[in-house]
């Protein structure tokens, strides 16, 4: 090791706690870097082996019922490449031991096992076999909840009749990665399961014989990115067959919330790791200048000696390089392990055969070479303004700095009434302007990432509670197998335990306004409904107006239109005609795309008297009524769902809510890292480079708390200028994470109440105090009488 | 004042009507005006002069380390004031050694370390302990420049300059800080450096008692020479007194 490679060993050693602390913030960079690049390469393969494995369906169309001799035609339009029909309806499952009824999905299956678009993929047990028709295969995430195994019996009500089947496997397939219920926002695999039957038996259940009600289509591969025209000439060739909704791959519910996530992988693997390394950049820059400019003498004599430019440079960037390789280093080990830890709670989430955490050379190499730019960057222009000088000029020490009044100095009532401290303060932070700026940007982007993982976790609370408290206020939530007259809700009234009921109706429809169409359905309810109640963009609820709709502000987008306008309801069941309904009130909320209208109203629009397709209950919660009331359902045949808030509710809490703990934890920490590091980098190069004047402040009778209080006092308000700046910065980044995940089905509120910004604040300040722990116990330590005697 | 012309071959260095500038904001604070001076191969100069005279501007551009305002300085049959920074940093690598007035020792290397600093660049460098033995430390080798007084950090200093093997010594008042005895012996030092190895010697001080011992006298006033004084017959250090 050359002698100057000692000298820098020594150089660093004596500034350990400063490189650590830039160090760290490289890591977290590059951490974030990696996890969130690994991840989403674990992610994205994933989803590519698994949906060529099981042959995703590039579209489906759901109708009512067509005969599948019916199909052949859209099997031959130019760019399907390929078809299948299946049967499929929504079902309750009863399960020995579990007191209420649980909802589940009913797909039909080929008898014999032969690839097929959609295919599954067995975890245990096998495929269906000769010995009985009614055999089941489960989604294996449901039968590991309940501890179902093949050979286990299950009861679900198929067509108004309860059968028993026989489980003969598990599995999983790609359509159903994120697999959600009819109202969910999550996952809930205790509630709702998939259940694979065969072809044969479920057209005799269902009354099917020779007839499906989907149909699963692959494209040509150069149609998949724009299927809208085939898709089209598909859905007007089955339209005589009742289409209810045509879904491209893009729009089908489990792709779009993992391909989603996939995207925002992406721009968090971008966005974060910048944030971290640019405030590591500068932070670098405060500190290399700091040292350049301590070791001004030495440049100048080195060069004296007949060290070259290069030589000299090359040696001050080693420092930097040694903290871009070591926090690249670290970076990188921490980002594989916070993949992996990615990767375990993205198993819980999402359902694939095989979710691992790869390394990727690349990637991890990448984020080697960021850190070390961002260090090579950061040191750059730190060193350049000493290395450039001449060494005569280099070896005389630096001219005083112009030490003219700041500023402030000149509104005079404010700077008289200043102390002699706060004087020193302010004067030291408006001088050094590099500092300053590091330290401010530091504190805005940690205040950033605090303000907006804080507006995540409101956004989220709030829009459980808009959904969950506001909107959906029943308790329980009936969905009937057929429309039904008015006896349904007496019926359901007098079920045990009930103390309101009240009826819904849906109607599946085609929203038309000039160019733009949409399927979707309207949701009737009485015009004092008050357990469904839709609410304004103020969370003021909104009386469901005795003629036309209550239209979600989503869907009113989608289709142009605003409050006060008509729009054309095709109506897809029954008599399919086109009505022109006003758009009376345009309702809030952040999943799917409701529309209501008064029940009464909506009946006579699709030609009858009163129909009711759901009942909602609120209920007694006494555990004894609602005992008694799960067991009267789940004998019930004529149900095809049945929801309670309180599972749901429980389900969010336990799997979302234990997630954001973690996400808390994680925001709060990487910010932490930003605050600290940038605070005690720039304390701790004020210190060394203010050591003369502190030490006569101290000679002059000054303690070494009076001194640390100048020195915080200075790094607090830096901190709180920088935290107050970054707040609207987070509240931004909130705005644009909300335009980014607006989807028709899930939207997220930006709302922040003001235990954001004080819960940033407050933690800013104590990440300073923190800090400056570790200052005041350098100010303690210092040497006041060599600092005195030392020439500058 | 131009100087008798001596043969050629025996000029190592020549400083043609430099004037050198300091520019400090508006202020322009003249250092050096019009200094013609030859510095001879192998010969022992010493520079005299008040505080502020320029001695050390001078120095700095003799050794590379600062550029002229005005005129030329040529280095051999090259002209040095038309040098890139790359044979500027040649120049100084493989001939110059420089004792600065302030030693500029690196704080955190070892006195040998210090020493290495140097001999690291040199194609042909002395032994580091001889060098430090020439200075009479190599017992303190392994001491810190914190660890060593003034003068024995102005032996460091020496040593580095002189461990690279360089055929031009610039001593920036090597003995300023030094008692009369250890000043002496530097002295004692340099004569032998310049006797023995034939090396050539610029050295500057502000005590006029020391220029005995040279071959030549430069004084400078106000940043001008005002004369250069022939020393046929150098007296010993050892016969000096201050
Ligand atoms: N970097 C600089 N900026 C401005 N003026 C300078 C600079 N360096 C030297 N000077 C001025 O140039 C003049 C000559 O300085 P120089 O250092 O050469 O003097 P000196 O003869 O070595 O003095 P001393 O015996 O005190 O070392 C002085 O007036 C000095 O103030
Ligand atoms: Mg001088």
Redesign the pocket.
Known sequence: MSVLDRKLRRDMMSSWVLLLAITSIITVGVAEYVAFGSAYANLTEAKRRYYAQCRMADFSIDLKKVPTAELAPVAELPGVAAVRSRIRFNATVALEGVPRPLNGMVLSLPDRREPVIDDIVLRSGGYFTDRRQNEVIVNDRFARTHNLQPGDWIHLVLNNRRQELFVVGTAVSSEFVYLLGPGAIIPDPEHYGVFYIKQTYAEDVFDFDGAANQLLGLLAPELRERPGGVLQRAERMLSPYGVFITTPLVDQASNKYLSQEIDGLRMFAVFMPTIFLTVAALVLNVLLSRLAEQQRTVVGTLKAIGYSDPQVFFHFLKFALAIGILGGLLGCVLGYYLAALMNIAYRGTFEFPELNNHFYLGLHSTGMLISVLCAVLGSIHGTRAVLKLRP??AM?PK?PRQGGAVLLEHVGWFWTRLSSGWRMVLRSIVRSRMRTAAGVFAAAMGAAVLVAGFMMIEATVYLIDFQFRWIQRSDIELTLKDERGIDALAEAARLPGVDRAEPTLNVACTFINGLHRKKGGITGLTHDARLTVPHDRAARPIRIPSAGLVMSRKLAEILHLKRGDTVLVQTIKGLRRTYRVPVVEIADGYLGTAVYADINYLSRLIGEELAVSGVQLATDRKAKHTAALWRELKRLPALEAVNSRADMIESINETLIKHMNIFIGMIVIFAGVIFFGSILNASLVSLAERTRELATLRVLGYGPWQIGSLMLRESLIVTLIGTVLGMPIGYMLTVGMARMYDSEMFRFPVVSSPGTYIWTIMLAVAFALVAHLVVQRTIHRMDWLEALQAKE | MIETIVNADHVLLRLEHVD?V???GQLA????SDVSLTIRQGEFLVMT????????????IVGGLDSVTAGEVWFRQRRMTAFTSSELTRYRRDTVGFIF?FYNLVPNLSAEENVMVSTELSSDPMDVVEALQLVGLDERRHHFPSQLSGGEQQRVAIARALAKNPALLLC??PTGALDFSTGKRVLRMLVDLNRQLGKTIVL?T?NSAIAPIADRVVR?RS?QVVEIHDNPEPVPPEEITW
Do not use: C
């Not at chain 2, 604070?29 to 050096?32: E, T, W």
């Open positions: 005569a000029e005389r001219p | 050198k300091f520019q400090m604070v003249k250092a050096l002069g008040p505080s502020g005279s320029g001695k050390s501007t001078i120095l700095n007035q920036d008042e500057i502000h400078l940043g």
